[in-house]
C-alpha cells in the first residue's frame, strides 16, 4: 500500500473559522510532510515531521499549526486564515532516515482550501 | 526560495514524439529527482539519480545529471496522451545534518501537452 490520504478533498472556510486537515498513511513511514501549492507554481514546503517530532518549519505564519498524534497522522489546524491562503495543501511521507536515494516523497491528492 | 528552474515552462508535442526538459539548480546536492503532477493533484514520483551517477533509465524515461553545470535533463520517450501533465524536479537541501528528513525544494516545472 503507497497510498497517503488526505481529507477533505475541498474546504471552503471564513476567515473566522477553525478547521483542520487530515493526513494518513500506512506505509510504516516515519516522516511526514506539508505542502503549500498555488496555482500553476510548484508545491513549496511548509513542515516536516521526523519520528512524531516537528524537525522543520519553514517560517510557516502561526495560523497554520501542525500535529502528528502518532506515526501514521499528521493533521494542519487553520485558524484566522486569509483569503491569500487559498491554494493545495499537499501532505507526504517518506523513510526518515536516509543515505543516497531513500528521501522518496509518496504524495496525497491533497485538500484544495478556499479562504472567503 | 525556488532551487530547481524547469525549462521550458511549456512544452506541446504530437504523441509519439520524444519530449525533453531541463532543470537547473543552485546548491550541493544529495540527489534528483523528478515529479509527475496530473491536474492539480498530488505528486508522483517517476525517477531519482544520485549525485555520483550521470545518466540513468526507467522505461521510456531518461534522466541525465551534470553536476558541473547544476542541471538535469528529463527525456520522455514516444510520448503517449496519459503523459499529459506537469513535471517537477526536485532536490533536497540538506537543512538538517546527519541525513535527517528533509523537505523537497521543487523547480517551477513543465507543462507537458501531448496532442493526440
Known amino acids: 500500500d503507497t497510498e497517503v490520504t488526505q481529507t477533505p478533498k475541498h474546504l471552503v472556510m471564513g476567515m473566522t473559522n477553525k478547521k483542520s486537515l487530515k493526513c494518513e498513511q500506512h506505509?510504516?513511514?516515519?516522516?511526514m510532510y506539508w505542502y503549500k501549492q498555488k496555482a500553476k507554481k510548484p508545491p513549496e514546503l511548509m513542515f516536516v515531521y521526523s519520528y512524531e517530532k516537528l524537525s522543520i518549519n519553514e517560517s510557516v505564519p502561526s495560523r497554520f499549526s501542525p500535529e502528528c498524534p502518532n506515526s501514521s497522522l499528521l493533521n494542519l489546524h487553520l485558524h484566522a486564515l486569509q483569503p491569500e491562503d487559498s491554494a493545495l495543501y499537499l501532505c507526504?511521507?517518506?523513510?526518515?532516515?536516509f543515505g543516497f536515494g531513500k528521501n522518496i516523497q509518496y504524495f496525497g491528492a491533497g485538500t484544495r482550501l478556499s479562504v472567503l | 526560495s525556488q532551487q530547481g528552474e524547469e525549462d521550458p515552462q511549456a512544452l506541446s508535442i504530437q504523441e509519439g514524439e520524444n519530449a525533453t526538459m531541463n532543470c537547473s539548480y543552485k546548491?550541493?546536492?544529495?540527489?534528483l529527482q523528478w515529479y509527475r503532477q496530473n491536474s492539480g493533484r498530488g505528486l508522483v514520483h517517476l525517477i531519482l539519480i544520485r549525485s555520483n551517477e550521470r545518466e540513468k533509465h526507467s522505461g521510456r524515461l531518461r534522466v541525465t545529471l551534470d553536476t558541473s553545470k547544476k542541471s538535469s535533463s528529463l527525456l520522455i520517450t514516444a510520448s503517449r496522451a496519459a503523459d499529459t501533465a506537469s513535471y517537477f524536479c526536485a532536490t533536497d537541501q540538506k537543512r538538517l545534518s546527519g541525513g535527517g528528513a528533509d523537505g523537497l525544494t521543487f523547480g517551477k516545472g513543465t507543462h507537458l501537452i501531448i496532442q493526440p
Open positions: 546548491t550541493s546536492i544529495n540527489n
Open positions: 507526504a511521507s517518506s523513510q526518515a532516515l
Open positions: 506505509m510504516g513511514h516515519r516522516a
